[in-house]
């Protein structure tokens, strides 16, 4: 387990990282991880290609603001917009992607598809069903698991086949993460439909897209 027990406000909301490193925008200590697993994936004939890893405060902001204004624009209430939008993306000052801990995967191997993470492209004939194969046998053996998983009595956020986290650093980011007031990260950040984030809503999101993950993880 990683041996710092301190996390700042900032580095847990994505606000600027010191262990983020290199153009990958990893954390120093997955990046090492990540290298050996792509090795030996490569060995086996799977190139792992990371589609997405280190997301700041702001990237998260512009990705949800975008969908909320799209979804609004097309006739949406507002809290059907939010609720569309975190079917897949985390509100800004949430997400996991703040940490540089965790990584959406794809298998280079294969042209990209016009919209490359959709669940069909993991499984049966998928061009990453040897990718998620092969991550099911060996990714844990290098410390990545897979947070949302496929589960019906999983609630929150839909299952990610892509979507790998590196538990010796994440599990303590994550349960420094608890210690802040979400209430605070959620409604005084600015962001585009915020005051419609109730305080029902708020706890809402925390059990079921903050916590409802694989138990590993926890």
């Known amino acids: 387990m990683y041996s710092q027990e301190f996390f700042t406000r900032d ?5 600027g990282n010191p262990d983020i490193i290199g153009n990958s925008k990893m954390h120093k200590e997955v990046k090492f991880a990540f ?6 994936a490569y060995k086996d004939g799977i190139n792992i290609e990371i589609v ?5 405060f702001e990237k998260q902001k512009q990705l949800f603001e975008n969908k909320y204004i799209k979804f609004t624009n097309q006739g949406m209430t507002p809290g059907k917009a939010i ?7 985390t509100i800004p000052g949430t997400s996991r992607h703040h940490w540089g801990t965790d990584l959406d995967l794809i298998d280079a191997n294969f042209p990209k598809p016009e919209s ?3 669940e069909e492209h993991f499984y049966g004939i998928g061009p990453y069903c040897k990718l998620k194969e092969w991550m099911d046998i060996y ?4 410390g990545f698991i897979e947070v949302y998983t496929q ?6 956020f839909k299952h990610e086949p892509w979507h790998y986290s ?17 209430k605070d990260i959620l409604t005084t950040e600015n962001v585009e439909g915020a005051s419609f984030f109730s305080d029902d809503f708020i706890q809402k999101y925390y059990h079921e897209n903050i916590l409802d993950i694989n138990p590993k993880l926890l």
Do not use: C, T, W
């Open 151 to 156: 589960s019906d009595s999983r609630k929150g």
């Open 116 to 118: 490359v993470l959709e």
């Open 35 to 40: 290298e050996k697993m792509k090795e030996h």
């Open 52 to 56: 997405s890893s280190y997301r700041s």
């Open 83 to 89: 609720e569309k939008i975190i079917e897949y993306s």
């Open 139 to 142: 990714a844990e053996s290098y």
């Open 166 to 182: 590196f538990a010796p650093v994440s599990i303590p980011m994550l349960q420094s993460f608890k210690k802040l007031n979400l």
């Open 11 to 15: 580095q847990l909301i994505g606000k």
